[in-house]
C-alpha cells in the first residue's frame, strides 16, 4: 500500500508542476472533506472566464490493467461533485465556470490531460 501512495504523490507533484508550466495556478492539493478527496484543484488562466478546475489524477507504472482514467467509476464522480460543490461554496467561486479534467501519468513519463474528462457534471 505505501508504494501505491508515494507513487500516487509522485503523479501529483509532476501534474502540479505541468500545469503550472500551462500558466494554471494551483488553488489546492489533496482538498478533502466529508464528501471526498480532490487531487489538484487549478484556476485555469488561459481562457476568459477563468475556470476552476477540479483534477483527478491517475498514475500507473504501465497500462496492463487499461488506461488509468478508466479507473474514474461513477461512484467516484458522485464524490467528486460533492466535494467540489463544497470547495466552491467554501471559498466563494459559486460563480465560476467550472470543468472537471482528469491527468493520466504512465511511468512518470508519459502525461496525458484530459479535459472534461468527466462530462456528465451537474455544472
Known amino acids: 500500500m505505501y508504494y501505491k501512495k508515494k507513487l ?10 505541468y500545469l503550472e508550466n500551462l500558466n494554471y495556478k494551483i488553488l489546492c492539493k489533496n482538498f478533502s472533506c466529508y ?38 467509476t461513477y461512484y467516484k464522480t458522485k464524490h467528486l461533485y460533492k466535494t467540489a460543490s463544497y470547495f466552491l461554496y467554501l471559498y466563494n ?4 465556470p467550472v470543468r472537471f479534467d482528469a491527468i493520466e501519468i504512465i511511468n512518470s513519463k508519459k502525461i496525458h490531460h484530459i479535459k472534461k474528462a468527466i462530462i456528465d457534471s451537474p455544472y
Do not use: M
Open 8 to 17: 500516487g504523490n509522485k503523479g501529483e507533484i509532476i501534474s502540479a508542476k
Open 35 to 72: 464528501f471526498g478527496e480532490i487531487d489538484l484543484i487549478a484556476l485555469d488562466r488561459s481562457i476568459a472566464p477563468h475556470e476552476v478546475v477540479f483534477i483527478e489524477v491517475k498514475t500507473r507504472t504501465n497500462t496492463n490493467c487499461g488506461n488509468p482514467a478508466e479507473a474514474i
Open 93 to 96: 467561486l459559486e460563480n465560476y
